[in-house]
């Protein structure tokens, strides 16, 4: 039989266990707040325009390498409509952003976030892929007409921010 000593070092025990516990509890109810909802706030931090393009591909078709893949060329470049999104709490990114309209617009889009940059490198938009049209070809982004050095999933928008994706046959001539 437990002592009475016993007994109340197992409930000042259980009482520690019970306090450490709320004190988790309260720390990741606070990083998931201030981390992933803008430090508690719901509100939309501005918006930005994305638009997804293959205005070289639509005047060269000749580039594909696989002719089935002119199918998903349109005749104007235009594979996803310029569209402006609010900025939200959790999704503050290029990348972000670009997942959405693919979403809304029903594009399809293939990435590898396992590529040893630790950043997002998209492969392929509306099944045109990097290569589809040579060797130096594939996507490129730009955030207010400006090429960024790192990962769409690195670059945070600011209100009135526009990005736009487009689709190369050769990178070494661009800008």
Not at 11 to 19: A, L, V
Not at 48 to 56: F, G, H, K, S, Y
Not at 104 to 113: A, F, P, R, S, T
Request: aromatic share 14%.
């Amino acid at each position: 039989m437990a002592t009475e000593f016993e007994n109340k070092v197992k409930g000042r025990r259980n009482k520690r266990r019970i306090m450490a516990a709320v004190a988790v509890l309260l720390i990741l109810l606070f990083v998931y707040f201030w981390f992933f909802r803008g430090g508690g706030s719901g509100e939309a931090k501005g918006t930005a325009t994305v638009e997804i393009r293959c205005d070289q591909l639509s005047e060269d078709l000749s580039a594909l390498n696989d002719k089935a893949l002119a199918g998903y060329v349109p005749e104007d470049g235009t594979i996803a409509a310029k569209t402006s999104y609010e900025i939200v709490p959790g999704e503050t990114t290029a990348f972000d952003l670009t997942e959405r309209i693919c979403k809304d617009q029903d594009v399809q889009i293939e990435i590898d976030g396992n590529n040893g940059y630790g950043t997002v490198y998209v492969k392929g938009i509306n099944y045109l892929y990097e290569f589809s049209a040579g060797k130096y070809s594939g996507w490129m982004f730009t955030v207010n007409g400006e090429s960024p050095n790192y990962g769409a999933d690195q670059v945070k928008l600011e209100d009135g921010d526009e990005v736009v994706w487009y689709y190369v046959i050769d990178y070494n001539k661009e800008g």
